[in-house]
Structures are given as structure tokens and as C-alpha cells.
């Protein structure tokens, strides 16, 4: 138990200089809730995170899981994928949702937005080609309508086409008829994901994180 | 010559503006000409007149009468239909002088037009008819622009607000009229000792007024808010305020009308008071919600009597507000609540006509009464019995400003605390300047009795004039600050597919994050709503097949529907009439493979100008017949009669007709489809339709029968021989379905061989591409009915 609480310390000391609003009250939330989900261990695995009944029902549940051992997603410039994840990695990913504050100035906003928008493009990029091409961009659409049913396939190659070529035209509005577009680059999807304000929406309450309200990861609830 | 030049432009605004004088006083000559004709004597005439001819032979007989004039048969719907008309030439005459709109609210100026006639009317000596008479208003006046404000709420935003409207709808309300109520007590009491007029207020008829004035006035803050487009948050939050205080309000004045005349309010009346409140506000949203899951429901089985279809949106919207007057419950949140709750639904079920007259019915009724509220508050501001008393009315419009601005400043000092996106002082002063009493005010205080309350005139007086005060001098000078301060103004670029992709993708994300944190926040349960909703509401109200039909996908196909109406609109042009002109289309999307380093290839270059000449002219006449024999498919077996049973699935088969329309026409001569020889091209168009019904997927390349006994023409046959030594080294790209085939290897440079032979397929056809003018000539045609 005293390992744990030191081994917090340290971690919060180290998450308070580099997250802005992550208190060290959250972060202990955030803590416990990790060791549920692991079994008291260090560590936790895909599995872990499968086992959670309520991510049944999401339709992009592998990618969520994904994005947590996306190494690309630890902001270190490595890429590839862990097998196991520690609270650092956990914490780091959480971060992405933290909300702006009032003191949040426009820079650090910017910031935000862009390292939200990132981790949407990293979750949309899987070959990590630095692009989204037509390919994987179908892909999403295809899971965000796989609990449809036949109508969903159908439909979300033509929405995912429409979809790619709004962004090209937008982008890049005068292309030759023997150009190709190659695929969403990273200034692309920022442009057009701009009316969205990703710093306010992409967040969840931290605040609000308490014991009382979690579940076991492994309980039938 | 120059002179005659310099005047064609101004004549027409200055035409108009002769116009409206002209019928300001028609209207004004012709109203107390109604209310002349006293329906008494000339009744009494008319029956004396039967009467005689009745009465016997012997009685001496009167020449026929060639032009009789009978006014008052017809009096009350003639004033009435003239009043409309007033109204809308009024609203007419606006538009036509230019600069006039841009710097004065129409508020304002449909205020002067009522001051106008009112005062012409009482010039001509006649009694200006009752016009804002309480029934009239709450009962014929109001519900319009309630139910078009409600059926058109922007759901999202407001739910996602809901704790912030709330606070300052109910406790912002509170606030008010108890400190208006109050000081002004406290100033009537403290006046100096000569006994004025005011010594005689007391507290519960002061609290009385204070309810009346406090409230925030939906009709007022639409009326303005509607032209200054300031950002959405700030939108729903005043129009929101403004919709959800009546309850407060009705509570209030309930309350302090019924006990002022015992005098004192108990600490029982007071806890009743505030159970009523919830009764009030959760009742009248329960009235509302059942009678638009009625409605719903309904809807479910018009689909042989489309023509009704918008009668009963209408109607069951009235029934419930008139349902939750009948039980004192608050009218406007019926309203809200039903055509909140009957939309998404009832949207599912009609017909594309029936929603657009259901659109522009509201807008039309909504507008007329707009208009007409704020002329009668004109006229009676000419005609009430007004008791002007400085002190009163000066310290009551002080008060209303200094109240809105305490209150808002406090509670967003509270609410900020549980807001992620925390409200800046350039909004709270948005909030508080945006808060404008109108029309409700004035009613409910002429609805006051005058033996309860002998102050009634004073207080009219006051209304008005805090009225007129918020109306224009807030009003008008709101659009310059928020220019001014620089406030975000609306977005005004339309919703695109991308947004609503990565909309729902968020909402899935965040849920997803809740549910590993282990945290059930809003997103859990908007996510638990929904899928109670998709799984069980949506199978019993909305008919067949769209029950099922996904967000993103109706999302996607209201989209296309529009381009494509907008495409019949502008004639059938190449390019889609987008805001941004772009030549970027289908063929540029399309994975690339790359270049083979085959000999092949050289069919490209190789080929001189004039047999390419040839070639164009082949293609484009082999696909104008394909384009004709689809055409004609959808004809005759597609589209039978567009109020026919199962119109919507007929709907989602024409958008996919048009979407493949779409892709024929702009993108390229041939279909955004894999590269395959012409022939193959024109039958896999000649059995697309049947391609479209639900078929399982296997693999990710649907597989599509080819009809290879579909006439072919004998110029193809050439074109046939041009690529059959090259496709037949190919043979299985042969199969490919619609769409492109994935690119099966790693992407980049290394693409395997059989994907060659495509990209140079495709090459060819995009070198090529040249609709030529036959094509726009089809696009001419309508597709849909």
C-alpha cells in the first residue's frame, strides 16, 4: 500500500508539470480505477479492457482500445504498439481529454486542439502513412455504422467517398482530372474538423471521477 | 438623360415608400370606418327592413334593392383579414427600402406602424378597438411562434445547456421580480411626506408587478436576436431563458394575483407555491410530450393521405397547449415539449412536400403574428388609460436593467463553477442586454383586474414603457455592440458529412473514455438513451423500413437530396453549384495504382488526336443511351406516384438513382466505377438497380451480376478490340464490383501486377473525359416527380 502512495507521488509530481489541469485528486481516481481494471497488477493488456461489459455495445470499441497502446499516442515520437500498458501510458492517454479552463490562454488552446485532433488522426491512421486514405477512411465509417446491419455497409462507402471528397475539395480546390488526392494529411483534417472546436468538445469530466460511481471492469453489471 | 439614369434605381424603394403611406391610411381611414357602423342600429335596420316586407301586402312596397351594404355580417373577420394585411405590407414595405432594415430592428419599426394607425384612428375620433385583448393574444396570437420556436429548437445545443438555461430561467426569474417587487415597495413607501399616489402600493401587488416585468420575453428576444446571428451558445441560452421562465411566471402571478386580495402570503402558501411550480413546469412538458408522441404515432399511418399530413403536426401542437391552459399549466412548455418530441419522428415518417409545408406554414403564422403583436402594441400604447407617475416609472426601468445584471453576473459566478465551457464576461454581457420584455408583460397586465388592483393603470404605464424602453434603446443598439465587443457571431457554413462522421464519432469515443474510466457521465446516458430509443421508441412511430435507418445515413441522404435539387435548380451544370468552385471530383479520390512499367501502357500515348476524336464520340454516345434506358427503368418501374404507399423507400432508391446520376454526370463521361471495358461499363449501369437492393456482403468488393446479354451497339465492338489484347492478360479484373477494389499489398509504390491494367484502364477514360454538350442536355430532365 505505501508503495502504491509513493509511487503516486511521484507520478503526480511528474503529471502536474506536464498536464495543466490534472489534479492530483484525479489523478488518484484515476489510479484506483486502473488497479480495478488490472487486478491489482502493474500492468494492464487488451484484454483488461475488453472484459468491460459496458464497451460492448460501442460500435468502435476497437479502436478506443487501440488508441490506448498506440505508442504514437505517448507523444515520444516512437510508433508502433505495447502489448501492456502502465498507469504513465494510461494517465498520458487520459490527458487528451482534459477540458480548457478559464485561464487557458489562446495559444495553449491552439495546442489542445491540435493534440486532440492528433489523437483523432492517429485512431483514423492505422498503417501510419501519415495520411488517411480512402481505405482506412472507409473503415471508419463502415465501424461507426457496423451495428446497422446491411444498410450500414452499403451506405458507408459512399458516405466515406462523399466524405473524402468534401475534404478534397476544400482542401485542395483545383485539381487537374489526372491528379489524385492521396489522402487526408494531418493540416487537412484540422481544416476541416475547425468548426468543431475540439477543445471543448473532446473532453470528459475528470471532476467528477469518483469512487462510488465505478464499476468493476469484471463484474456482470 | 443621366438625370432619368440617376432615378430608375431609388424609384423603387421610394415607390414603396409611397405605397405604404398610401395604405397606412386606407388602413387607418377604413378601420374606424368598422368600427362606425354600430352593429346595433344597423341590425335593427335590417330587421325592420324584413319586418316590413313581411308585414303584409297592404304595406307600402319598397323598390328592390339594386347594392345593399350589410357591414357587420362580415365586420369581424374583415377587420381581422385586414389587420393581416396591414401587417404583411407593413412587413413587405421594410424590405423594400434597404437601409432601413439594417439599422433599425423591425421591432421597432412595426411598433411606430401600431402608434401610426392607433393614433389615426383616434384622430378620426373612433374608439380604437381592443386589439391586444388577453384572450386573443394568449390564445391566437402566441402559440405560432411558440411551436415554430419549438418544433425547430436546435436539440443539442439546448440539451447540452439545459442546467445553465435552467438557472437563469428560474432562479434569474426569481431574483428579479422579488428584488424589482421589493425596491419598489421601499421607494413607494419612502416617498416624501406629501401623500402621493404611491403610499397606497403594497407589497403583494408590488410583487405582482415585479413577476409581470421580470420575465424575459420569447417574442421580443427572437424578433432581435433573429437579425444580429451571434454565436449558438448565446442564442439558445437567452432563447432558451426566455421559453422556460413562463412556468415561473405563471406560478408567480397565480400566486400573488389570487392573495392580494387577502393580503398576506403565508409560509404555506408559499411551500405550495413552489410544489405548484414543479406541477406547473413537469406537467405542462408531460401534456406536450404525450401529445407529440400522439402526433408521432399518428403520423406513422398517413402515408395514403399525405395532403393531412401537416394538419395534424398543428393540431395536436394546439390541443396540447390549449390542454395544459385548461389545468393552469405552463402552455409554453407544452408547445416546446411536443414539437420537440414529435420531430425527429414525425420527420421519419411524412413525405419531402409535407415537411416543407409544415416549414413553411410555421414560419408564415409565426411571422404574421409577430408582425401583428408588436402593431398592436402600438395601438395600445395609443389607447390604454395611461396614469403617468415619474417616480414609479423611472425607478422601475432602472431597476429592471441593475436587476438583469446583478442576477446574471451572480449566476454565472455559480454556474461557471459547473461549466466546462465557462461563460466570459463578453457573454454574461450579451445575457444580460438580451433580456427584453415584450408582449406576455403587457397582457398579463391587462389581464389584471381593476377593483383588485387600483393601481393597474400606473402599471401598464410602467410596462409599457419598459417595454418600449428594452425594445428600442436595447434593441437597437444590441447589433452595433456586439459588433462592437466583438462577439462570435454564427457559423454560417452549412453542416457538412465530415463534421456529422466525426460528430458521432466523438460521441462514441467519449463513451467509450466514460465507460473505462468507469464514470457514468452525460455522454453513458445520452448513449443508453439512444440506443433505448433505436431499440424500442423508434419501432412503433416510425413506419417500415426507415425505423432502422441510422442517423448517419439519413444524415447522408438529406444531404444528397439537397445537392440534388440545388443540381435541377441551377439548370443541370456540370459542376456541383457548391460554394466552392472545384474541379476535384470523384476520379481524383480514387486509389492510384502506379504506372506499370509495361509496354500496354503505351496505348495511352500512342493514340493519335483524331482517333481519340472518335473514341470520345463512341463513349459519349454509347453512355447518353445507357443514361436514356436507365432513365427509362426509373420511369416506369420505379416511380409510380409519389403518394403511393412505401414513398420513402421509393425515396431511398431515387437518392441512390441520383446519387449514381450524380457520379454519371459531373465526375466523368463514364461512372466513378473500377476500370472495365465500355461493355462492361454499360451493363453493370443496365443492372444497377437492382444492385441496390439490401444484399449481404461477403467480402469487402461486393460482387455484381453482369448482364452480359444487354444490347450492345456495333460501335463498341471496335472499342472492344482496342483493349481485349490488353484485358485479356487481365482476366480478373473482370469482377470487380462497384467500388474500387482495395489495393490488396502495402500501399505505396509496390502494387501488385493486376492492379496495373486498372489504373491504365482508368487512365485512358480520364483522358477522355469530356461530358461534351449532349450531356448537360439530360441532366436537364427532372429526376425526381
Redesign the interface.
Known amino acids: 500500500m505505501r508503495t502504491n502512495y509513493r509511487w503516486i507521488s511521484d507520478v503526480s509530481s511528474c503529471c502536474c508539470l506536464c498536464f495543466f489541469s490534472v489534479s492530483p485528486e484525479q489523478i488518484k481516481n484515476?489510479h484506483k480505477?486502473f488497479q480495478?481494471?488490472s487486478d491489482n497488477e502493474e500492468t494492464i493488456s487488451r484484454e483488461n479492457?475488453e472484459k468491460?461489459p459496458?464497451?460492448a455495445?460501442?460500435?468502435?470499441?476497437k479502436q478506443?482500445i487501440d488508441a490506448?497502446f498506440d505508442k504514437r499516442n505517448q507523444h515520444q515520437n516512437e510508433v508502433g504498439a505495447f502489448q501492456e500498458i502502465g498507469f504513465e501510458q494510461f494517465l498520458m492517454v487520459?490527458s487528451h481529454?482534459r477540458?480548457p479552463?478559464?485561464k487557458t490562454t489562446e495559444e495553449e488552446r491552439e495546442a489542445m486542439r491540435k493534440e486532440k485532433l492528433r489523437f483523432?488522426f492517429n485512431?483514423h491512421d492505422t498503417?501510419n502513412?501519415g495520411t488517411i486514405?480512402?481505405?482506412e477512411y472507409r473503415k471508419?465509417?463502415e465501424e461507426?455504422?457496423s451495428?446497422?446491419?446491411?444498410?450500414?455497409?452499403?451506405?458507408a462507402?459512399?458516405?466515406a467517398?462523399?466524405?473524402?471528397?468534401?475534404?478534397?475539395?476544400?482542401n485542395?480546390?483545383?485539381?487537374?482530372?489526372?491528379?489524385?488526392?492521396?489522402g487526408i494529411t494531418f493540416e487537412h483534417f484540422e481544416q476541416?474538423?475547425k468548426?468543431?472546436e475540439m477543445e471543448?468538445?473532446?473532453?470528459?469530466?475528470f471532476l467528477?471521477?469518483?469512487t462510488m460511481?465505478?464499476?468493476c471492469?469484471k463484474s456482470k453489471s | 438623360f443621366p438625370a432619368f439614369c440617376h432615378q430608375r434605381p431609388c424609384s423603387l424603394p421610394e415607390r414603396g415608400l409611397l405605397l405604404l403611406m398610401v395604405l397606412v391610411f386606407l388602413e387607418g381611414s377604413v378601420l374606424p370606418l368598422g368600427a362606425a357602423s354600430s352593429p346595433d342600429t344597423s341590425h335593427q335596420t335590417n330587421l325592420g327592413d324584413h319586418q316590413g316586407t313581411h308585414t303584409g301586402p297592404n304595406s307600402t312596397k319598397k323598390p328592390f334593392p339594386v347594392l345593399a351594404v350589410e357591414y357587420d355580417r362580415v365586420q369581424i373577420p374583415f377587420e381581422i383579414s385586414l389587420w393581416v394585411l396591414l401587417a404583411s405590407l407593413m412587413k413587405l414595405g421594410f424590405h423594400l427600402i434597404p437601409r432601413l432594415s439594417s439599422i433599425v430592428p423591425e421591432s421597432c419599426l412595426l411598433i411606430v406602424v401600431g402608434l401610426l394607425v392607433g393614433g389615426l384612428i383616434k384622430l378620426a375620433g373612433e374608439e380604437v378597438p381592443p386589439v391586444l385583448d388577453s384572450r386573443l393574444f394568449f390564445l391566437c396570437l402566441l402559440p405560432p411562434i411558440i411551436l415554430d420556436a419549438g418544433y425547430f429548437l436546435p436539440i443539442r445545443p439546448f440539451m447540452e445547456n439545459l442546467g445553465t438555461i435552467l438557472m437563469f430561467a428560474v432562479v434569474g426569474t426569481l431574483w428579479n421580480a422579488f428584488f424589482i417587487g421589493g425596491v419598489l415597495y421601499g421607494v413607494a413607501q419612502i416617498q416624501p411626506a406629501n401623500p402621493s399616489d404611491l403610499h397606497q402600493l403594497e407589497l403583494l401587488p408590488c410583487l405582482l408587478f415585479g413577476s409581470i416585468i421580470s420575465a424575459v420575453d420569447p417574442v421580443a428576444v427572437l424578433a432581435v436576436f433573429e437579425e444580429i446571428h451571434i454565436n449558438e451558445l448565446l442564442h439558445i441560452l437567452v432563447f432558451g431563458e426566455s421559453l422556460l421562465n413562463d412556468a415561473v411566471t405563471v406560478v408567480l402571478y397565480h400566486l400573488f394575483e389570487e392573495y392580494a386580495g387577502v393580503g398576506t402570503v403565508t409560509l404555506l402558501d408559499g411551500v405550495l407555491g413552489v410544489i405548484s411550480f414543479f406541477v406547473v413546469a413537469l406537467g405542462g412538458v408531460l401534456v406536450g410530450a404525450i401529445y407529440g408522441i400522439l402526433a408521432a404515432f399518428t403520423s406513422r399511418f398517413t402515408s395514403h393521405t399525405r395532403v393531412i399530413e401537416p394538419l395534424f403536426v398543428f393540431v395536436y401542437s394546439y390541443m396540447a397547449y390549449l390542454s395544459a391552459e385548461i389545468f393552469h399549466l405552463s402552455g409554453i412548455m407544452a408547445l416546446i415539449a411536443c414539437g420537440a418530441v414529435m420531430r425527429p419522428y414525425v420527420e421519419a415518417n411524412i413525405s419531402h412536400k409535407s415537411h416543407t409545408t409544415i416549414k413553411y406554414f410555421l414560419k408564415m403564422w409565426s411571422s404574421v403574428s409577430e408582425t401583428l403583436i408588436f402593431i398592436f402594441l402600438g395601438v395600445a400604447t395609443v389607447d390604454g388609460p395611461h396614469a403617468w407617475n415619474w417616480t414609479f416609472v423611472t425607478v422601475t426601468v432602472i431597476l429592471c436593467l441593475v436587476a438583469r445584471v446583478i442576477g446574471v453576473v451572480g449566476l454565472t459566478y455559480v454556474i461557471n463553477k459547473f461549466r466546462i465551457v465557462k461563460l466570459t464576461t463578453k457573454d454574461q454581457f450579451i445575457i444580460a442586454y438580451g433580456g427584453l420584455r415584450g408582449a406576455i408583460a403587457f397582457s398579463l397586465g391587462f389581464l389584471l383586474n381593476q377593483d383588485h388592483f387600483p393601481m393597474r393603470k400606473m402599471f401598464l404605464t410602467a410596462i409599457i414603457t419598459v417595454i418600449f424602453f428594452t425594445v428600442f434603446v436595447q434593441g437597437m443598439t444590441i447589433k452595433p455592440l456586439v459588433e462592437l465587443l466583438a462577439v462570435k457571431k454564427k457559423q454560417e457554413a452549412k453542416r457538412s458529412i465530415n463534421e456529422e462522421i466525426h460528430t458521432q464519432f466523438l460521441d462514441h469515443l467519449l463513451t467509450g473514455i466514460e465507460d473505462i474510466c468507469g464514470h457514468y457521465g452525460h455522454h453513458h446516458w445520452k448513449d443508453k438513451l439512444n440506443r433505448f430509443n433505436k431499440k424500442y421508441v423508434k419501432k412503433c412511430l416510425i413506419a417500415g423500413e426507415r425505423s432502422k435507418e441510422p442517423q448517419l445515413i439519413a444524415f447522408y441522404h438529406k444531404m444528397e437530396m439537397k445537392q440534388a435539387i440545388e443540381l435541377v435548380e441551377s439548370g443541370g451544370g456540370v459542376k456541383l453549384p457548391s460554394a466552392m468552385p472545384s474541379t476535384v471530383s470523384m476520379q481524383n479520390i480514387q486509389p492510384k495504382k502506379p504506372p506499370p512499367a509495361k509496354p500496354v501502357e503505351r496505348v495511352l500515348p500512342q493514340l493519335p488526336k483524331g482517333r481519340e476524336e472518335e473514341i470520345r464520340k463512341i463513349l459519349r454516345s454509347n453512355l447518353q443511351r445507357t443514361r436514356q434506358r436507365l432513365r427509362s427503368y426509373n420511369r416506369h418501374t420505379l416511380v409510380a406516384d409519389p403518394y403511393e404507399d412505401g414513398f420513402s423507400d421509393l425515396l431511398i432508391k431515387k437518392q441512390r438513382m441520383v446519387e449514381l446520376e450524380k457520379k454519371m454526370s459531373n465526375y466523368l463521361t463514364v461512372p466513378a466505377a473500377p476500370p472495365d471495358s465500355p461493355t462492361m461499363c454499360r451493363a453493370r449501369l443496365a443492372s444497377d438497380p437492382q444492385a441496390y437492393s439490401m444484399k449481404p456482403v461477403s467480402d469487402s468488393v461486393p460482387t455484381i451480376q453482369v448482364d452480359l446479354a444487354s444490347p450492345q451497339s456495333p460501335d463498341s465492338v471496335n472499342l472492344l478490340d482496342e483493349f481485349r489484347h490488353a484485358g485479356q492478360q487481365q482476366p480478373e479484373v473482370e469482377d470487380q464490383g462497384l467500388m474500387m477494389k482495395p489495393p490488396s499489398g502495402p500501399s505505396g509504390p509496390n502494387k501488385p501486377r493486376e492492379a496495373d491494367e486498372a489504373r491504365d484502364q482508368q487512365k485512358l477514360m480520364r483522358c477522355l473525359s469530356d461530358p461534351g454538350p449532349s450531356a448537360d442536355e439530360d441532366e436537364d430532365e427532372p429526376f425526381l416527380p
Do not use: C, W
Not at chain 1, 455495445?57 to 470499441?61: E, G
Not at chain 1, 467517398?161 to 476544400?170: G, K, N, Q, R, W
Not at chain 1, 471543448?200 to 469530466?205: P, T
Open positions: 484515476l480505477r480495478q481494471l479492457l468491460i459496458a464497451l455495445n460501442n460500435p468502435i470499441r478506443i490506448f487520459m481529454f477540458p479552463t478559464l483523432l485512431m498503417d502513412d486514405t480512402l481505405e471508419v465509417v461507426l455504422l451495428k446497422s446491419g446491411a444498410i450500414g455497409l452499403e451506405a462507402k459512399a458516405i467517398d462523399a466524405a473524402m471528397l468534401e475534404v478534397a475539395s476544400t485542395v480546390p483545383h485539381m487537374a482530372p489526372d491528379d489524385f488526392y492521396e476541416i474538423l468548426g468543431l471543448s468538445r473532446m473532453h470528459i469530466r467528477d471521477v469518483d460511481t465505478m464499476r471492469g
